[in-house]
């Protein structure tokens, strides 16, 4: 099912401690391509840096190969989010214009599929 409609439920406050999602990924608006984000799909699991984060404050010893490893499993669920996403319209990462602009209704999403069902 294709997404048309957004609404302010659909996004949550994006947080991503130490931006560690921009230096791994460098993350953009889906829509519109910018690096600063301020909302995401609010299906999104914990961002990369709120991960590290609890890692790191339950284990102050452990160093980055084992932190990277620990985060591997959540880059893994990013993808998925972000391949399941494409296939419905849906944005994973939205700047503060974007956003605002898709609850408005002022944008919409433009998708590459060819053959949508007739209506
Ligand atoms: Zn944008």
Do not use: R
């Not at 391509?33 to 709120?50: N, R, S, Y």
């Not at 591997?72 to 503060?96: K, R, V």
């Amino acid at each position: 099912m294709i997404k048309t409609t957004f609404i302010e439920e659909d996004f949550v406050k994006y947080e991503d401690p130490k931006n560690i999602m921009m230096e791994l990924f460098g993350v953009t608006c889906s829509v519109c391509g910018i690096e600063e984000i301020d909302f995401i799909d609010q299906k999104a699991p914990k961002t990369l840096g709120q991960v590290a984060q609890e890692i790191l404050d339950e284990n102050p010893e452990i160093d980055d190969e084992e932190l990277n490893e620990m985060i591997e499993p959540q880059i893994e669920a990013w993808q998925e989010l972000d391949d399941y996403n494409a296939s419905i319209g849906m944005p994973t990462f939205l700047c503060y214009n974007c956003h605002d602009q898709l609850i408005e209704g002022e944008i919409s999403i433009s998708m590459n599929c060819e053959d949508t069902e007739n209506n």
